[in-house]
T-cell receptor, first 114, second 115 residues
Framework: GNSVTQMEGPVTLSEEAFLTINCTYT??????LFWYVQYPGEGLQLLLK?????DKGSNKGFEATYRKETTSFHLEKGSVQVSDSAVYFC?????????????FGIGTKLQVIP | DVKVTQSSRYLVKRTGEKVFLECVQD?????MFWYRQDPGLGLRLIYF???????EKGDIPEGYSVSREKKERFSLILESASTNQTSMYLC??????????????FGPGTRLTVL
């Protein structure tokens, strides 16, 4: 079956530091890849997505590139802010069997300190 | 903007009680999902529904049932709550009938504690 691997953290960074959160996946077929973010006390919301190999998703200064050769979708941001403190979930989605099935990673908690 | 609402943010129940968690979306989405979120385990799919009165088991359906009588509403039912069902429950919806590219829209979650 499908799976997504990411570190749980917490990842602690100082403001303006460079962020990388690694995400690797195993899947059959051609899944779409997502990063969702969960701010404290809230549900998940889409951060960015990529639907085919070599696509780059970007939003709010975050980027991730769909790398089929390394089965990866690492999240990066050049300069983090305190407001980026949240839990970040990598996810893959396919439609095998006719319905969308989403597999989530365990989530990586990011703490940004001033 | 899509809005997904859940009936309670926090809920405390006793072992053996029947528990109803309600989810409503306002954007005419076809698909609705129930997940539970636990530390170290991420999100796990309990049930999903692709149409009114239709449901499919997810990865961990044991101890749960669901109901979808109207398109906008998807209910999760714990027939006899147990302490191992203490968790954060998240509802989500998507527009498409099929296809892997659709974004999931989540509610704020219900934190359920079973004593």
């Amino acid at each position: 079956g499908n799976s997504v691997t990411q570190m749980e953290g917490p990842v602690t960074l100082s403001e303006e530091a460079f962020l990388t959160i690694n995400c690797t996946y195993t899947a059959t077929g051609y899944p779409s890849l997502f990063w969702y973010v969960q701010y404290p006390g809230e549900g998940l919301q889409l951060l960015l997505k990529a639907t085919k190999a070599d696509d780059k998703g970007s939003n709010k200064g975050f980027e991730a590139t769909y790398r089929k050769e390394t089965t990866s979708f690492h999240l990066e941001k050049g300069s983090v802010q305190v407001s980026d403190s949240a839990v970040y979930f990598c996810a893959l989605s396919d439609s095998a069997g006719g319905y969308q099935k989403v597999t989530f990673g365990i989530g990586t908690k990011l703490q940004v300190i001033p | 903007d899509v809005k997904v609402t859940q009936s309670s943010r926090y809920l405390v129940k006793r072992t053996g009680e029947k528990v109803f968690l309600e989810c409503v979306q306002d954007m005419d989405h076809e698909n609705m999902f129930w997940y539970r979120q636990d530390p170290g385990l991420g999100l796990r799919l309990i049930y999903f529904s692709y149409d009114v009165k239709m449901k499919e088991k997810g990865d961990i359906p044991e101890g749960y049932s669901v109901s979808r009588e109207k398109k906008e509403r998807f209910s999760l039912i714990l027939e006899s709550a147990s302490t191992n069902q203490t968790s954060m429950y998240l509802c989500a919806s998507t527009l498409a009938l099929a296809g892997s590219t659709d974004t999931q829209y989540f509610g704020p979650g219900t934190r359920l504690t079973v004593l």
